[in-house]
Antibody
């Protein structure tokens, strides 16, 4: 069973860069039948899609975050990453990494990132 | 603000049928497949329905999805206490060129 695990700092200062990594286990990160993505959920609020990255290298970003977001894949480490720069308190959320195909059947457990000085 | 609109809450007694609506437009529901997710408190979302009406392996057949035009619905038949959760619809949106989630519906089992 494919497993995803987010890792990264739980606390980031305002104006700095939030960096998270998702490690994929029990499966290869390569493959054209699926994509890798990031979703976040502010405390007490709904889900917000952040970005997708495909095996071809194509990326799609939420227009509201596009100027600040970068996603990438490291096939040698079976990992993919999220970078969100110039963070503010509004970026405080649980961040999920995920693998999608028809819908998103695989999710990490999520990691809370708090933006605070 | 999400482009997919859901009622904020729904409720029912055990055994009842509960239906959750999801309203969108031609750029999302009208042109793409619709997925539903269940999020139990404190856990990651779980794919409940994909491709409008397909249940992944392990999802009880009490859950069913349908789509018509620019709207969709999720039905829970024989409501059980463990169904108390937040439910989200989601689809690709051509106008945003991205994936959009609905506003979410909290289901309460009375």
């Amino acid at each position: 069973q494919l497993q995803l695990q987010e890792s990264g700092p739980g606390l980031v200062k305002p104006s700095e860069t939030l960096s998270l990594t998702c490690t994929v286990s029990s499966g290869s990160i390569s493959g054209i039948s699926h994509y890798w993505g990031w979703i976040r959920q502010p405390p007490g609020k709904g889900l917000e899609w952040i970005a997708n990255i495909y095996d071809s290298g194509s990326t799609y970003y939420n227009p509201s975050l596009e100027r600040r977001v970068t996603v990438s894949v490291d096939t040698s480490k079976n990992q993919f990453s999220l970078k969100l720069n110039s963070v503010t308190a509004a970026d405080t959320a649980v961040y999920y990494c995920a693998r999608g195909s028809s819908g998103i059947p695989y999710w990490g457990q999520g990691t809370l990132v708090t933006v605070s000085s | 603000q999400s482009v997919l609109t859901q009622p904020p809450s729904a409720s029912g007694t055990p055994g009842q049928r509960v239906t959750i609506s999801c309203s969108g437009s031609s750029s999302n529901i009208g042109g793409h497949t619709l997925n539903w997710y269940q999020q139990l408190p404190g856990t990651a979302p779980k794919l409940l329905i994909h491709n409008n009406n397909q249940r992944p392996s392990g999802v009880p057949d009490r859950f069913s999805g349908s789509k018509s035009g620019t709207s969709a619905s999720l039905a829970i038949s024989g409501l059980q206490s463990e169904d108390e959760a937040d439910y989200y619809c989601a689809a690709w949106d051509d106008s945003l060129n991205g994936y959009v989630f609905g506003t979410g519906t909290k289901v309460t089992v009375l």
